[in-house]
C-alpha cells in the first residue's frame, strides 16, 4: 500500500472472504503486521494460519491504533475501521458487503485525525503484472473453500451469502 513500510500495522476487517484472505497473504508476504477481525473465532485462527498476526472479535477494541485499515465489509465495520486508525491513517475500501451506507459516517473524526479514504477496485495492466511476479516470487497460493461445479454454482453463492466460507469458491465448468 502506497506510504506504508514493512512493520506497519494493517486491519483486515472480515478475516473470512476471499478478497479478505488475499489481503492477508499479500500483506503478511510484504512484511506487513496483519490484524484482522471475524465474528467466528475458527476464521481468526484460520487467519493467523494463512500469515496474520493477530485476530480479533467483530468490534473488539485492539491493543493499538493501526497504520490502515482494509475494508470489505461496509456499514457495519465502517465505525470500528475509523476508529481503529492512527491519526494520519488510511482507509482503502473495496467492498461493501454488509451495505454502503453505514449508520453514522464519522465525518468529524476522519478529518480531525486527517484519515485518508482510499476507494479500490481494479488496478494497471502494470501493476497486476508487478503483482503476479509478487505473487510468484513469494509462492503465494489461494486460499480455496471450496469448488463447485458449474451446475452447483448457486451452492457457492449461498455460502458466500450466508458467510460460511474460508477463502475463495471455485466454479468450475468440468
Known sequence: M??????ATVLVQGAGGG??????????????????????????AKALE???????????????????????????????SVNSLKPGGTIVISGATSGDAPAKAELTKIFFKQLRVVGSTM????????????????????VIDSTVPLADARVGFERMAAGELFGKVVVSVS
Not at 499479500?26 to 477481525?37: D, E, F, N, S
Open 19 to 44: 478478497v479478505a484472505t488475499a489481503l492477508i497473504q499479500l500483506g503478511a508476504a510484504a512484511g506487513y503486521r496483519m490484524w484482522v477481525t471475524s465474528r467466528d473465532e475458527a476464521k481468526g
Open 123 to 142: 488496478g494497471s495492466r502494470a501493476e497486476l503484472e508487478r503483482l503476479a511476479q509478487f505473487v510468484v516470487a513469494r509462492g503465494i497460493e489461494p
Open 2 to 7: 502506497q506510504g506504508l513500510t514493512p512493520g
Open 50 to 80: 494463512i500469515g496474520a498476526e493477530r485476530a480479533f472479535g467483530s468490534g473488539e477494541r485492539l491493543p493499538d491504533r493501526v497504520d490502515a485499515v482494509l475494508e470489505t465489509v461496509g456499514a457495519a465495520t465502517w465505525s470500528h
